[in-house]
């Protein structure tokens, strides 16, 4: 279903895909085991579309990606409000899982 869903098309013979659908399929079922809410799941995974971005498109350094994930978790636990950025739904134990999975 995922593969549908990230529209792969040559799965079987594209490394890129087959690399992708695992890197998508293992975050999907950690946040799984984690017990995520829908709207946690789908935060996990748009963070995780968002760092695979950074490195691809933006080509920072593991380093500048890793103080792009702190900045983007900064917040998190507060009140919901613009200081507690998207995730606001993370507690701060989910959020340190998180991190410790990236």
Do not use: P
Request: glycine share 8%; net charge negative.
């Amino acid at each position: 279903k995922l593969a549908e869903f990230l529209n792969f098309k040559q799965l079987k013979t594209s490394l890129k895909e087959a690399i992708l659908l695992d890197y998508y399929t293992s975050g999907f079922w950690w946040a799984k085991e984690m017990n995520f809410s829908l709207e946690q799941l789908t935060g996990f995974m748009g963070l995780l579309n968002f760092l695979l971005e950074n490195l691809s498109d933006k080509h920072m350094t593991l380093g500048d990606n890793i103080k792009e994930l702190g900045r983007t978790m900064a917040g998190i636990g507060g009140a919901h409000s613009e200081e507690s950025g998207d995730l606001f739904f993370f507690s701060v134990e989910q959020a340190k899982a998180v991190i410790d999975y990236l």
